[in-house]
C-alpha cells in the first residue's frame, strides 16, 4: 500500500523544498512528478544560468512582488533569500552575487542548481523520489484521508492509489507547458472549491504591430521603457531590454510584461516609448548634436545615427520615423513609439501571473482555508514577481515553509 504521511505534487523548486523540509521533520514523503526529472524548469531560468535569487533586503525585495507581497512576508521570513544562500552553500553548491544583487551558481549552470538540490533530496532516507508519476485527480476520504490517484509508468493503463494525511500542490502555473506545467493543479484545486484567480502570461514578451523583423538581435543597453496605457504612462524602467523573433523582451520588457499583458486581455491600446538617451534632457541632447553637426551644417543623417545606436538599429529606427531629421533628432531618440498589439503566450513566458486566490490560503502556514490538510506553494498560488531572482524565491520560501508547516501539524 502506497501509504505516506505527506505527498508533495510537483517536483519544481517549490515541489523540492516542500518535500525536504517536511522530510527534515522526520515525517514519511512522496515527491510525485509527472516528468521524467524533478527539477526540468530550473534548467531554462536565467537563460541557463539559473538566476536563484536577489540579494536585496525585504524592505526592496517585497517591491517586486504581485499581487499582494504581504502574504509571501511569512513565506520569505522563514526560509528567506539569505537562509537560501547558506543551505546551497552548505551543500557544496558556490554561488556569486552578480550585477542587480542577483544570485546565480558560480559555474553559471542552471544544472548545478538542481543538481544540487536532488542530491540533498537523495540523502533523506524518508523522501520516495517518484518519477514519471503524473497525478489525474486527489480525493478526500472519510477520516481525512488524501487520495492521489496516479498514472505511472508502469505500463497499466490505470491509476494507483497514493493515500497520505497532508498533501501539497507544488504543480506549477501553465508557463513551460514542456517542462510539465499543464494547470493540473488549477484543476485539483477547483476540485477543493478553491477559486483560481484568472490566469495570464507574464514576463513575456510584447509584440509591436508592425515590427520591423530587421531588430532581432539587438540589446539595448542603459535606455528607459515607458509602459504608455490609454495614453498615460503608467511604468517607467531603465536598463537593458531585447528584440527577440517573440517581440520586445530582456529585463525591461518583462519588468512591463504584467501590466501591459492586463491592460491587452481588457481591450486598452498599449504602446511602448524607448528613451535611447535617458540621461540626457532633450536640450543636452540638442547642444550635443549642434556640436557635432557643426553648427547644423549639412549632414548625413544615416552614418551620424551610427554614432548613437547600434548600427543595426538605424535602418530601423529611420523607417519608424520616416519624418526624421537633425532638428527633431532629440525628441525621436528620446520618443521611440512601438504600438503593442499582442504577446507571446505560455509556451515560452516565464511565470503565470493569478493562480489559487490568496484569501483562500492561510499567510502563515500555506494551509487551505477550506480544506484541512491541503497546503499549496510555487507558482500555483496567486503570487508572482519581477525578473530577477524573486519568482525561484516565491517558491523556495513558499515550498519550505508549506513542507514545514505541513509536518509539524501532525
Sequence with gaps: MNKYEIIVVGGGPAGMMAAYFAAKEGKKVALLEKKESCGKKILLTGKGRCNITNNRSWEEFKLHIHPDSGFFKNSFYHFSNEALVKFLEAAGLEIEVQRGERIFPASQKSADVRDTLLNELKKMPNIDLLPNSEVMSVDLVEGGTFVANVMNDSGLIKCEPYFSDKLILCTGGLSYPATGSSGDGYRIAKSFRHNIVETTPSLTALKPSPYNFFLVGVTLKNVALNLVIEGNVVQSEQGELSFTS????????????????????????????????????????KDRITRDTLGGKK???????QKLMPRQVVDPFIAMNPDISISNLPIKLKNWKFDIKGYVGYERCVVTAGGVDLGEVSRKTLESKIVPGLYFAGEILDLDGDTGGYNLQIAFSTGALAGYSAAIAM
Design 246 to 285: 517573440g517581440g520586445i523582451e530582456g529585463a525591461l520588457g518583462f519588468r512591463v510584461s504584467r501590466k501591459a499583458v492586463k491592460a491587452l486581455l481588457k481591450g486598452s491600446k498599449v504602446g511602448l516609448v524607448i528613451d535611447l538617451k535617458p540621461g540626457l534632457t532633450i536640450s543636452q541632447l
Design 299 to 305: 549632414v548625413d543623417l544615416k552614418k551620424y545615427l
